[in-house]
């Protein structure tokens, strides 16, 4: 949604908001890919024309069928939206219902996006890498139920715009989760990449007694990796940062010390550990602004699911799950 006044909270919704779907997907890792849409049948979101124009869903005076749904699916997931399995459509189809019981609330109170809005958000969308190819003009947006959706958030952040966040609540937050602010012993490295065995050889034998300044400047010189031009400094890692076979020569170094060649998929390393970070906590004041997103965050879902599920008592809805074009696996 574009508004042209937004506070905090109105960005925040955004973020959660308009890629609900997306990001329950990710959090369920219901979305990822299992294999080909053409595996079997009821596998994937299956192009059945004679399935196009079945209903799947009717809330108050709409119909809604398994085109539109497809539509929502690609405005989703993008060229994904064919490779879903089962499981991730169901979770999806969930989000699309609740969509559309909020675009019901919203055209019963009379909510309508202006022509601004409207032109703001197919900029947007335009404006967007992903979406540069396949944003038309504003009839195709009508056509494509994108403005329902863009309806629906509008009406959903009129629910969560007055939503507040006192200190208190970042600081308790901080408190009863200060184990998730510690921050184990973590190293500082830099490297000399080469592309052949010999090669690297050739510069771990110049850098014997090599100092500090030495080591940068063959890094700069010599070394094939993208940092070279930094002097060879990789940065700053915690455990389970970096592959193994790295990781276990890098943790066992001394503190100024270089390692020996080291064989990856990406050449032959030559490390060198340039400090070592003792464990520390993450002071409340640094972790606030994160703390803040994550109260905010749930905040924002508690109340939109709470509002839901109250649309499904008092809203006309049906939905027929037998019509969709996949194997419907509904929550109980």
């Known amino acids: 949604m574009i508004l042209k006044k937004m506070n905090h909270q109105g960005r925040v919704f955004l973020r959660s908001f308009c890629l609900l ?8 890792t219901a979305c990822e890919p299992k294999g080909k849409a ?19 869903l009717r809330v108050g005076g709409f119909s809604y069928d398994n085109a539109g749904f497809r539509r929502y699916i690609e405005n989703v997931m993008g060229n994904r939206a064919g490779e879903l399995e089962p499981e991730s459509l169901s979770r999806l189809f969930d989000k699309f219902v609740e969509e559309k019981l909020l675009l019901e609330a919203a055209r019963a109170q009379g909510l309508v996006l202006s022509p601004e809005e409207k032109e703001a958000y197919v900029k947007k969308m335009k404006d967007a890498p992903s979406q540069a190819e396949t944003a038309g003009a504003p009839g195709d947006f009508l056509a494509a139920g994108i403005y ?18 006192d200190a208190a609540e970042v600081s308790r937050y901080y408190q009863e989760h200060k184990k998730d602010y510690l921050l184990p012993e973590r190293v500082k490295v830099s490297q000399i990449l080469s592309e052949s065995e010999q090669d690297a050889v050739r510069v771990l034998q110049k850098l014997k007694d090599a100092t500090e300044e030495d080591f940068r400047r063959v890094a700069r010189e010599e070394s094939a990796g993208p940092e070279a031009f930094k002097n060879g400094e990789m940065g700053v890692f915690k455990p389970g940062e970096l592959p193994y076979e790295m990781e276990k020569v890098i943790f066992s170094l001394a503190e100024g010390t270089i390692s020996p060649v080291v064989e990856s998929s990406y050449g032959y390393h ?17 972790a606030r602004p994160s703390i803040r997103m994550k109260i905010l965050d749930l905040k924002i879902k508690e109340l939109l699911a709470g509002h839901i599920e109250a649309l499904k008592e008092k ?5 027929y799950p037998e019509n969709l074009t996949f194997i419907y696996q509904g929550n109980d």
């Open 21 to 28: 779907a997306a990001a329950l997907c990710l959090s369920l």
């Open 148 to 165: 329902d959706g863009l309806l629906a958030e509008k009406y959903a952040f009129e629910l969560i715009k007055d939503i507040r966040l």
């Open 315 to 319: 809203l006309e809805w049906s939905v």
């Open 38 to 56: 053409d595996d079997g049948p009821g596998q994937g979101l299956a192009a059945d024309a004679q399935k196009n124009d079945r209903v799947i």
């Open 270 to 286: 030559i490390f060198r550990l340039d400090r070592r970070l003792a464990p520390e906590l993450v002071s409340e004041e640094a």
